[in-house]
């Protein structure tokens, strides 16, 4: 089964989405026949990764195709129930890299909601008709103001370690604490009650922001949304950006789009993505950018280098090194790069950048192993060039090859320093010289030079560099090096060297609390035979291993 | 086989302790034949937990034996080989929650240095007269200077990775980037590179922090060591305190200390911990707290308590959830407090309240449920009060029992608003309000009050009060919930919320780095029988898992 992340709200299966003015409505209905795989049913608004990519294209449209909303309202169209979290039958089914990755692309979706949120004026309701649990629970969490009907019976919850054996792993745990301030006792307590909390109580510990009367509940929700929407920035009647259809082809070992080929090596376990600079100059206002719509290039790269890094993810689970290269002309990049800073605060543009923010960190929590190539007649300059501090590894070609044809060139420039906060709250930058203000001196001091290999190196910027002599036997070596090591231990290791100094919530959920969803999952008492997610469902309780670990 | 934590210098088998004025020198000399379990053979200074524990003994002794000591040189006794990590022999043996124990307690061991030097002024040293690899580099890393001896073959490295499949987990990755600032390109490189780095190399990448020729190595150590210990606010001249053996009688589920009594329930797989308050008042003078030696109250209750822990942890498995109780008077005790905060410059009460800190923090990371019960004639104040705050939730008897005998009190201090950091560097008054201003403020404006249930309660202090006739009914289903929970979630869910706000090296050493630890070694590409850890010195390649997760 192959998946694909692309999506139209004309095909949604799962999400009803509707625009009123400057608030959105996306109220989830799932398809309980609709499940990405067979062997389960999403009941009671239960989801699986397919609802999920549904929901991540929905809040990335409202982004780019409604400047004008300033307010997200999630909601249920089921009457009792929001959502009952992540669907049982499937985790219980699914192999442990698929249900990581599921967790993860949630994770990530979730993150998108509070990018909205905190940086793009576009704030989330979470309108609880109904009791949310577990992943329904964490999905309402990522919203900025939680609103629960108070009706006797709807109550949020976090079943998971009662009835599962599992965490609450997208971010539940993390956000209870971190986000929403429940007192760490209150928290364990809650964490523990199947039943969850209702009424009062939810609004007393924290759990929800507002109680509602059942008969006023939509009135008080649609009215709650319009205030929030009137705090947004985003402009209230600019023409929006539609992200139309992306071009792809899929072959046995290439995949290919308008600006990114992916070749798959399958016997090595390498893949080498390839993204190309533009055709031409960029425009000189936001507003012609928005003309250009999604052909403009930079949002049309980070579609194409998005989907193929999701693709990656999921339906080649044996790649274990990315290669990254690029082509195309610098001078160009440059100037592009230099566009985009200059109209920062044009709406589209501050979407663009904020795409790029959220892809880079994408790449960052890929786990496989990046290495970033830079030789001649590349273009990583700018913030294509920060692909190459996201990489674990950069080599530079030195000098040319014996054909001719010009150096490498690798240039830093303004939004390096300034554009892309990783999760740890830093710049990549700033990370590559966590605790060395010297070298961080040292590699700001050359923004905005282009950089020969030499110069580059001296400047701490990649990590090695090599003449055409031993470029392909030294890149050999490594990559077949590092495809002969563990690959889960190459997982753990890149988790930990990406994310040197400060930690933030997401960090947080994506460093430990993930770390120990991934344990939970590999041992007997969640994924066994007996264990406690095969056992849900048919009356007998499961077996526990009852050493404490 | 019972694992016992108390040792002493006179019979440890693979350290060798010398004391030279201010200078300290710890030289490893690990006994092959001296494994604690049998199977392996701890060839090369490679380590089992024996080994930490003596280790763990020694750089405790030294705080309280030798005020003298500023600085402690870590050696070996082999020529070529400092340490060769943990024995791989015995990780490819143990049962998956003694390998989590054993990185548990040697991480613990870890941070009592670094504690040593940032708060005692007992800076370490590490000299590598030869090569330090896998977890004898990590113990480098504890170390506050690094020399390497400069003879072309001594290297430090990290072959876990390519090696074993598992992670440096001993801190390593993460002292790496956060400790010694090492770029995260080159912690990559270096991680896996199985013969490590040498020479100029190791010191530009600030591996180690000095490289010394072989002819004047012990020389140059010696002069190093003596230049820190100069720097030392210890006194030069006090009278130590001898940490006197422990008396403890263990019997089929009792452990029974002098201040400490342990009952154990293993069919409802509980224990209970209860300390016991002081006899009299405390003396007036740090001086008169050395005259009572090791029988000084607070220091004899935190030996005593933390043998507890560290038994419980290890040879009691399967219990599940910790009681912890205490009884005495509540007025001496705040009285001991009064004397242990006016006297904390004293070197001696400065090592008292630091070791309580360290004790604390195992209670913090010891991964069984804590319910702390506040009962009438309990002593629950100042220090001794922080267990309940370390506790998962703390449940207080409102009103008297039918018996009379008065009321339970609980109260704060000073000291729990200043004394004792977790390992998030907020106390755990700070921890349990975190995000929450006004409930912390709350709670610190009755500091110093003698606090009944209902006040305790209404100040945020406890999780419930209850009287007498519900108490032991609620408890029951409370203690008989907890331990039908999957014991595996429980360990993940307090792992999560024990931690909530900042993070620093220590709490992404125990959470981040641990937990992608225990799921490396609970896959098969680790731990299963054609795994790396099994595989070792076999000759035959491991076979692994080619699916990234």
């Known amino acids: 089964m192959m998946i694909d992340f692309r999506t139209h709200p004309d095909v949604y ?75 049982i039958g499937m985790l219980a089914a699914a192999a442990h890299p698929l249900k990581v990755n599921f967790c993860k692309f949630t994770n990530e979706t979730r993150s998108a909601i509070e990018d909205a949120t905190n940086k793009s004026g576009q704030r989330y309701v979470a309108a609880l008709r109904g009791s949310a649990a577990g992943g329904g629970y964490e999905l309402a969490l990522a919203t900025d103001h939680i609103m629960l009907i108070d009706d006797r019976n709807a109550a949020v919850s976090l ?163 990315i290669l990254l290269r690029s082509e195309g002309d610098l001078g160009l990049v440059l100037a592009y790069d230099t566009f985009l800073l200059s109209q920062r605060d044009h709406w589209f543009i501050r979407e663009v950048l904020l795409y790029w923010g959220r892809l880079l960190r994408r790449v960052d929590l890929t786990s496989r192993t990046l290495i970033a190539l830079i030789e001649p007649e590349n273009c990583f300059a700018g913030f294509i060039a920060e692909l190459t501090l996201a990489a674990d590894r950069s080599y530079m070609l030195i000098g040319e090859r014996p054909q001719g044809g010009g150096i490498a060139n690798l240039a830093f420039t303004d939004l390096n320093r300034l554009g892309f906060p990783m999760s740890n709250g830093l710049t990549r930058l700033e990370t590559r010289f966590w605790g060395d ?62 994310f040197p100094g400060p930690e933030t919530m997401e960090t947080k959920i994506f460093g430990r609390l993930t770390a120990w969803q991934n344990w939970v999952f590999q041992r007997p008492s969640a994924s066994g035979e007996a264990g406690a997610l095969r056992r849900y469902g048919t009356g007998i309780r499961p077996e526990y291993d009852p050493r404490r670990v």
Chains 1, 2 share one sequence.
Request: glycine share 8%; with cysteine.
């Open 159 to 321: 079943p998971e370690v009662s009835l599962l054996g599992v965490l609450p792993g997208t971010g539940g745990l993390t956000r209870l604490t971190d986000k929403r301030h429940v007192r760490r006792d209150r928290a364990d307590a809650f964490s523990t009650l199947e039943e969850g909390i209702k009424g009062d109580k939810a609004l007393e510990w924290r759990l929800v922001d507002e109680l509602v009367p059942a008969p006023s509940f939509d009135e008080t929700v649609a009215s709650r949304a319009q205030e929030l929407a009137a705090k947004t920035d985003r402009p209230a009647d600019a023409q929006g950006v539609v992200l139309t259809p992306l071009d792809r082809q899929i072959e046995e070992d290439v995949v290919r789009y308008s600006l990114v080929d992916v070749g798959i090596d399958r016997a090595e376990r390498i893949a080498s993505i390839t993204v190309r600079g533009p055709g031409d100059s960029p425009p000189v206002h936001g507003d012609e950018a928005v003309a250009c719509g999604a052909e403009f290039w930079p949002l049309r790269l980070a579609r194409e280098l998005e989907d193929a890094i999701l693709h990656l993810r999921v339906n080649e689970l044996e790649i274990g090194t």
């Open 13 to 87: 299966r799962h999400w009803k989405l509707r625009v009123d003015g400057r608030v959105a409505y996306l109220n989830m209905a799932v398809d309980p026949k609709g499940g990405i795989d067979s062997g389960y049913e999403l009941k009671l608004n239960s989801y699986d990764l397919g609802v999920d990519i549904e929901l991540a294209d929905a809040v990335q449209r409202l982004r780019f195709e409604h400047p004008e909303v300033g307010a997200v309202v999630i909601g249920s169209s089921l009457d009792r129930m929001f959502c009952a979290g992540a669907n």
């Open 437 to 498: 203000p010297g070298g961080l001196s040292t590699a700001q001091g050359v923004i905005g030079e282009k950089l020969d290999a030499e110069a580059a190196l001296a400047a701490g910027l990649v990590t090695d560099a090599m003449d055409d002599l031993d470029w392909n036997d030294e890149l050999r070596i490594i990559i077949e090096e590092r495809s002969a090591f563990s690959p889960d231990a190459l997982t753990a290791m890149e988790a930990n060297l990406r």
